[in-house]
C-alpha cells in the first residue's frame, strides 16, 4: 500500500479506524459488566431491607448508614480487622527481610550449591503451599500454634518467600557492582552494605514484592478456615463465612459487611494503581 | 523491567571507576575469587564466598523449610498412611485405591476432577482469550483513556473471591432482583441459575472468569509492550490486516506469556476452593454438580465428609498428592514448549 496516494475516501475511514469504535464498545461493555455487581453491592449496603426489595437497582435515597453501624458495633469488625491487619503487616515485613537477606546472599555468592538453593526456592513458585495443608495442620498443633495468628503467618512468610527471593535476587544483581567496591574500599562492612546501601536501593522491588503478596494474603480464606477456630482470633473473610447463619434474611446488613471487607483493598488499588498491576503481574514478566 | 535501568532512574550513578583490586591491596583472607576471571574480578574481588553468605539465606531457608518444603514432601508419604495422629498405621497404596476405585469416594473424586476440567476449560477458553482480546485493544496506540480501561478491568482482582462469590450468591438469587427483572421484561433472567445443576457450574465458573481477567490482560499487555514498533509499522506498511498482525507477529513474540498464563490458569485451577465456598457450598452442591478438587481435597482432609463427618487425613493426602502429580505432568512440557532457552 503506497501511503503518499491516500484516496480521501480512504482517509475518513483510517480516521474512523483510529477511533477505535470497536474496541471502545467492547471496552465499555466490560466496564458495565464489572462495576455493575460492585455498584449493587454498595447501593443495597445504604438501603433499609424494604428500600432494597422495592428497588435493588435505585440509588439509595436517603442514605441509610444503620447496616454499617450495625455490622461495627454488634458485629465486632473492628476485631476482625485488626487481626487481618496484624498477619498482614507481620507477614509481609518478614517476608520482606528475609527475602531481601536472602537476595542480598544469592546475588553475591557464586556456585553450585548458591545455584540449588536458588532453584529450591525457585520451585515453591510453581506449586501451589495448600498440598501441603493436612501437614501444616497437625505441625501447628504440634507446635502449639493452632488458633493462633502466628499459625497463618508463618504459612504466608513461607508461601510469599520465594517470590520475594526471585525478584530480589535478580533485583540486586542488575545494580552496579562499583557501589559495592566504593563501600568496601571505604571500609564499611557488609552487613553495613545491605543496610545502607541496598535496601533503600530496592525500595521498588520491595514494593513489588510487597503488593504481589499483600493482596492474596489479605485475600486468604483457606489458611484462617481451617487454622482458626477461636472467635477473638478471626480474620474479616472468616467473619464473612459467618453470614450464611448471622443475617441470612437481611440482606443490606450483609452487603455491608461485604462492602467493608472488600473496600480497604480497592482503595489502595486505586490510589496506587500503577504500582499494583507491576506487583501483581510480577511473577509473569522476567526482568 | 530491568534492575538496573530502575537504579539508573534512581538517579544511582556508578561510582567513580575503581580498580577491580584495590591499589591497598586489601584483599579480605579466604577470598574465594583469587583467580582473575574477569567476571569476578569486575564485581566481586572481595567476595567471603559461600561461608560467609549462607548466614543470609539461613533465615529465609528455615521458614521455607519448616512451613513450605517439608509438609509439602511430607503429604506424600502421609497419602500411605490411615487415621489421624497417634493412631497412624501404614496402609501402601490404599488410599490411591479407594480414592480411584471405591463406588462412593471414586464417584465423588471423577466428579470432582471432571467439573475442574470444565471450570479449567472456561478459564482457558474464555477468560484467557478475552484477556489477550483486552490487551490487544489496550496496547493500541490510537485507543483513548487506556488507563481508565485498564483500572476498571483489574477491580475485581482485588476483592477477596469470598467476598465477590458471596455477592454474586445473593445478586443471582431470584429473590434479589426477581420483581424488577420481571417488570423490566428480562423474566428470562430469573433463574435458580446455583440451584440447578445444569447451570451452577458454568455460573460458578463464569464468575471465576469475572474476578480474574485483569490478571492475563495485564499480563499481556505488559508482553505486547515488547513487540517492537518497527516490527508492527512493516506488517502495516505491507498491508497485514489486524488479525494477520497478531496472528503472525504479535502472539508468536509473546508466546513466552501465554505459556506461562497456561500454567497460572492451570495450578489456580486445581487449587480452586474459595469460590465453591462461597457460591454454592463446601459440599459442591446442588447434587455435587460445582465440587472442585479442592472442596473434594477440603471435606476429606480437613473438614469431614458427609454423611460421616470424620476428616480423613490418608485420603486427603492421596488427593494433594495426585494433584501435586498432575501439576508437575502439566507444567513441565508447557515451560519446555513456551519458555525457550533462557
Not at chain 2, 155 to 184: D, E, H, K, W
Not at chain 2, 280 to 297: E, H, K, Q, V
Request: glycine fraction near 8%; charge should be positive; charged fraction near 10%.
Amino acid at each position: 500500500m503506497d501511503r503518499t496516494k491516500v484516496k480521501p475516501r480512504k482517509t475518513r475511514s483510517l480516521r474512523l479506524a483510529r477511533m477505535n469504535l470497536p474496541g471502545h464498545l467492547l471496552m465499555l461493555v466490560w466496564a458495565v459488566v464489572v462495576l455493575l455487581p460492585v455498584y449493587l453491592l454498595v447501593v443495597n449496603a445504604l438501603k433499609t431491607r424494604m428500600g432494597m426489595y422495592a428497588d435493588p437497582f435505585a440509588l439509595p435515597l436517603p442514605l441509610v448508614w444503620d447496616n454499617f453501624r450495625a455490622i461495627i458495633n454488634q458485629g465486632n469488625f473492628f476485631m476482625y480487622f485488626a487481626n487481618s491487619l496484624m498477619v498482614v503487616v507481620v507477614s509481609l515485613g518478614a517476608i520482606l527481610m528475609l527475602g531481601s537477606l536472602a537476595g542480598y546472599g544469592l546475588a553475591h555468592w557464586r556456585g553450585k550449591l548458591a545455584r540449588g538453593l536458588y532453584f529450591f526456592f525457585m520451585i515453591g513458585m510453581m506449586l501451589p503451599i495448600k498440598i501441603a495443608t493436612i501437614r501444616l495442620m497437625e505441625l501447628m498443633k504440634l507446635l502449639g500454634l493452632f488458633n493462633q495468628l502466628w499459625s497463618i503467618i508463618l504459612v504466608y512468610i513461607a508461601m510469599g518467600l520465594p517470590i520475594a527471593v526471585f525478584v530480589l535476587t535478580e533485583f540486586i544483581r542488575g545494580l552496579p557492582g562499583d557501589l559495592y567496591e566504593a563501600a568496601h574500599i571505604d571500609g564499611a562492612r557488609r552487613s553495613k552494605i545491605y543496610y545502607s546501601i541496598v535496601l533503600p536501593l530496592i525500595k521498588p522491588a520491595l514494593a513489588t514484592v510487597g503488593i504481589y503478596n499483600l493482596v492474596p494474603i489479605w485475600n486468604d480464606l483457606w489458611f484462617p478456615l481451617i487454622f482458626i477456630t477461636q472467635e477473638d482470633k478471626k480474620t474479616v473473610l472468616l467473619a464473612v463465612t459467618r453470614l450464611q447463619g448471622q443475617y441470612t434474611t437481611d440482606w443490606p446488613k450483609v452487603f455491608a459487611l461485604l462492602t467493608l471487607s472488600a473496600l480497604p483493598v480497592i482503595l489502595l488499588y486505586l490510589s496506587m494503581s500503577r504500582q499494583f498491576v507491576a506487583g501483581l503481574t510480577a511473577g509473569a514478566v522476567k526482568g | 523491567m530491568s534492575p538496573k535501568q530502575t537504579g539508573q532512574r534512581l538517579g544511582v550513578h556508578p561510582a567513580p571507576q575503581v580498580p577491580a583490586y584495590p591499589a591497598s591491596g586489601r584483599i579480605m583472607k579466604g577470598s574465594v575469587n583469587l583467580q582473575p576471571s574477569l567476571r569476578a574480578r569486575n564485581r566481586h574481588s572481595l567476595n567471603p564466598g559461600g561461608g560467609y553468605w549462607f548466614w543470609y539465606l539461613l533465615p529465609a531457608l528455615l521458614v521455607y523449610i519448616l512451613f513450605m518444603a517439608y509438609p509439602m514432601l511430607d503429604s506424600v508419604r502421609l497419602s500411605l498412611y490411615a487415621g489421624t495422629t497417634g493412631t497412624r498405621q501404614y496402609v501402601g497404596l490404599a488410599n490411591y485405591t479407594r480414592l480411584f476405585t471405591d463406588p462412593v469416594v471414586s464417584t465423588r473424586f471423577w466428579g470432582a476432577f471432571k467439573n475442574t476440567w470444565v471450570f479449567f476449560a472456561y478459564h482457558m477458553l474464555v477468560q484467557n482469550v478475552l484477556g489477550m482480546l483486552f490487551a490487544v485493544i489496550l496496547t493500541s496506540r490510537t485507543m483513548k483513556g487506556r488507563k481508565i480501561y485498564q483500572t476498571i478491568i483489574f477491580i475485581p482482582c482485588t476483592i477477596a473471591v469470598m467476598v465477590s462469590g458471596y455477592l454474586f450468591r445473593l445478586l443471582l438469587n431470584p429473590q434479589f432482583a426477581g420483581p424488577s427483572l420481571r417488570a423490566m421484561g428480562l423474566s428470562a433472567l430469573v433463574r435458580p441459575w446455583l440451584g440447578d445443576p445444569r447451570t451452577a457450574l458454568n455460573v460458578v465458573s463464569l464468575v471465576s472468569v469475572w474476578q480474574w481477567v485483569g490478571i492475563p490482560t495485564m499480563m499481556f499487555v505488559a508482553g505486547l509492550q515488547g513487540v517492537s514498533e518497527d516490527l508492527l509499522e512493516a506488517a502495516d506498511i505491507e498491508g497485514c490486516n489486524a488479525w494477520q498482525t497478531f496472528w503472525h507477529i504479535k502472539f508468536p513474540l509473546i508466546l513466552p506469556v501465554v505459556g506461562m498464563i497456561a500454567i497460572l490458569t492451570f495450578v489456580s485451577n486445581f487449587n480452586a476452593f474459595d469460590v465453591v465456598y462461597a457460591m454454592t457450598g463446601p459440599n459442591g452442591p446442588p447434587n455435587y454438580a460445582t465440587d472442585l478438587i479442592g472442596s473434594l481435597f477440603y471435606r476429606y482432609g480437613v473438614a469431614g465428609e458427609h454423611p460421616i463427618g470424620i476428616p480423613e487425613p490418608g485420603v486427603g493426602a492421596a488427593i494433594s498428592t495426585s494433584v501435586f502429580v498432575m501439576l508437575l505432568a502439566g507444567v513441565l512440557p508447557t515451560l519446555r514448549a513456551t519458555q525457550g532457552r533462557d
